[in-house]
């Protein structure tokens, strides 16, 4: 059973950082890219961040040069550090894996991040 756990969200002024992680199980980690999405009230889920197996990295526009996605194999978690952050920046952040062999994109339950201004 797979299993994806964020945590990390909070509250923050503008300016501020914040560090999200999202710990997996029931795949094989080092294996599989791994994602950050957001989603805003009343907006769609939007990709924020990727990262491969490998460690090569991307990065939705908004955030490029303030977020920096990274891994743990070892302990099969995935994070983005968030520095920098702005009102816009206020969503329920969500971590994703999608797997080959079952044709499905898995979701956590999301940790909410609030930017004040």
């Known amino acids: 059973q797979v299993q994806l756990v964020e945590s990390g969200g909070g509250l923050v002024q503008a300016g501020g950082s914040l560090r999200l992680s999202c710990v997996a199980s029931g795949i094989i980690f080092s294996t599989k890219a791994l994602r950050w999405y957001r989603q805003a009230p009343g907006t769609q889920r939007e990709l924020v961040a990727t990262?491969?197996?490998?460690?090569?990295?991307n990065y939705a526009d908004p955030v490029k040069g303030r977020f920096t996605i990274s891994r743990d194999n070892a302990k099969n978690t995935v994070y983005l550090q968030m520095n920098s952050l702005k009102p816009e920046d206020t969503a329920v952040y969500y971590c994703?894996?999608?797997?080959?062999?079952?044709?499905?994109?898995?979701w956590g339950r999301g940790t909410q991040v609030t930017v004040s201004s």
């Open positions: 990262i491969s197996s490998g460690g090569s990295t």
């Open positions: 994703n894996v999608f797997l080959l062999v079952t044709q499905r994109n898995y």
